[in-house]
């Protein structure tokens, strides 16, 4: 072992301390936190509020359709005829010190059919060699222009999939559901023009069909970041003079202690939802002026139990308008998380990474293979000089 231990005690004493007296933090905010929540739903003015300051440059929470801010909802039943789909994604990135030059993505689905008890589970690899697709820049493709690649292959995989469902057996409910967030946030910056416009086309594409069919789509986020609704809250309190000023993304300093997640813990009972909210983000005005709306509306969802286990739900406007598919997506996710017991994460969504999974031996196993196949067409291969020392050094 190389990492010598003894010399991070101290730091690892550190975290520790840094531990307490952030939980001391978050204890000391927590109550001012749920008293200004109770306050900003009794604000009739909250919507027109965090519209003109989104219009401005505002990052944070809005209010979305007719439900209060202070109203929790409780799981409905399932639809006796549903089948839920679910899909995740998994890849791996070029190697340079490989023996060959490629880059593989596989998707993995799992679907169930509740009134048949019928399961199914598969998945759809594709390794990618071509130059045009390597080098969409000019150079290698970095990793945030191949995971938007494999974020779209997963929602054109889970449209496929979902339609297929519906036209099969028309009077079935379907749920279609994916790992992560709904929206493809792509940097411009990071991307060609090209490749941003064929990413976007793809991915509105999928979106839109389930759109057509009345298919609801949601992204499950296990442990969400950020506080948009922090934000909200911040917003409610501001006097007239301060929230008339031209806002962008300004630093959240009321609760700094807390996020979403946090404050959500100590509202939500157990399977109860948050009402809906749209992202006032920039980003998101890419999705909310289009035809179907897109525009990335999200609840937060308490799937736990014996504690609380917060995760975010987000949905396309066209979802969270019909609260009878909001309801087919809160009491499936509730569901699902019932059967995982002690580790509350959706059952579909599990078995969905286990089929996309790529191990460190089947990544071996690909390079074995393609450079078997150079070697068949007379070509010269090798891995680098530096990845050979490599795997010497760590076999001793």
Request: charged share 25%; net charge negative.
């Amino acid at each position: 072992m190389t990492l010598r231990l003894h010399k991070v005690t101290k730091q690892i004493d550190r975290l520790r301390e840094n531990a307490v007296v952030r939980a001391q933090h978050v204890q000391a905010e927590m109550p001012k936190a749920r008293e200004a929540f109770h306050q900003a739903a009794q604000r009739s003015d909250l919507y027109e509020r965090a519209r003109a300051a989104a219009e401005s440059g505002w990052d944070g929470a809005m209010p979305a359709g007719s439900e209060a801010l202070s109203s929790f909802k409780e799981a409905s039943t399932l639809p006796a005829a549903l089948t839920l789909v679910a899909v995740d994604g998994s890849q791996v990135y070029p190697d340079h010190h490989a023996a060959a030059l490629f880059y593989a993505i596989n998707i993995g689905f799992f679907l169930h059919r509740y009134d048949t008890g019928e399961t199914d589970a598969g998945s759809d690899p594709d390794i990618v060699f071509e130059d045009d697709s390597l080098y969409p820049d000019g150079n290698l493709i970095s990793q945030t222009i191949l995971n938007a690649r494999r974020t779209v292959e997963e929602m054109a995989t889970l449209q496929r999939i979902a339609l297929a469902e519906k036209q099969a057996a028309p009077g079935r409910a379907v749920l279609a559901l994916a790992d992560g967030g709904l929206a493809l946030r792509i940097d411009e910056k990071a991307f060609p023009p090209a490749e941003r416009g064929a990413l976007q086309n793809k991915f509105f594409a999928a979106i839109d069909k389930l759109a057509a069919e009345k298919i609801p789509v949601a992204g499950y986020i296990s442990r969400p970041g950020g506080s948009p609704v922090l934000a909200l809250l911040d917003l409610a309190q501001e006097d007239a003079a301060e929230h008339s000023r031209t806002r962008k993304a300004p630093k959240r300093t009321t609760f700094p202690a807390l996020d979403d997640s946090l404050l959500f813990e100590s509202l939500l009972p157990p399977g109860t939802r948050s009402p809906i909210f749209e992202f006032a983000a920039y980003w998101n005005n890419l999705y909310r002026n289009r035809e179907p709306n897109q525009s990335a509306h999200f609840f937060y969802l308490n799937v736990g139990r014996a504690y609380p286990v917060v995760a975010r739900v987000e949905v396309p406007a066209w979802t969270a308008a019909d609260p009878s598919l909001v309801d087919r997506v809160h009491s499936a996710l509730v569901e699902q998380c019932a059967v995982t017991l002690n580790d509350p994460y959706p059952y579909a969504l599990i078995r969905a990474d286990e089929e996309a999974f790529v191990s460190g031996e089947e990544k071996q196993y690909l390079e074995q293979q393609m450079a078997i196949a150079l070697i068949r067409g007379g070509m010269r291969v090798s891995r680098s000089e530096k990845l050979n020392h490599k795997g010497r050094a760590r076999k001793h």
